[in-house]
Nanobody, 123 residues
Framework: DVQLVESGGGSVRAGGSLRLSCVVS????????MGWFRQAPGKEHEGVAA???????TYAASIKGRFLISKDNAKNTLYLQMHSLKPEDTAMYYCATAIGRPLTPLNTHPYTYWGQGTQVTVS
């Protein structure tokens, strides 16, 4: 079975940093596009960052310049380094996978497997 397990969330003060991790099992993540999404209470899922199978990065405008997506293929792990966190970054953060190179990598529709999420709270 394909499994994605996120970790690294927590509570931080505004301006702080966190690094989220997503460990993938059940397939080789190097052949997939992987993305980070978030959902704040009462809001829809928002695409945050994506990294496709050719290494192309895509970022939402709201986090560009503050967040960095990366992947360690040897560890089958996806990361999201978050700096200069703001209260509006508070949300449950999810990692997800999609096949190949989606035309809309920050849209939820191409993604088939999802993790359970890790909570990020910025005060």
């Amino acid at each position: 079975d394909v499994q994605l397990v996120e970790s690294g969330g927590g509570s931080v003060r505004a301006g702080g940093s966190l690094r989220l991790s997503c460990v993938v099992s059940g397939y080789t993540s190097s052949s997939y596009c992987m993305g980070w999404f978030r959902q704040a209470p009462g809001k829809e899922h928002e695409g945050v960052a994506a990294l496709d199978n050719l290494g192309q990065e895509t970022y939402a405008a709201s986090i560009k310049g503050r967040f960095l997506i990366s992947k360690d293929n040897a560890k089958n792990t996806l990361y999201l380094q978050m700096h200069s966190l703001k209260p509006e970054d508070t949300a449950m953060y999810y990692c997800a996978t999609a096949i190949g190179r989606p035309l809309t990598p920050l849209n939820t529709h191409p993604y088939t497997y999802w993790g359970q999420g890790t909570q990020v709270t910025v005060s």
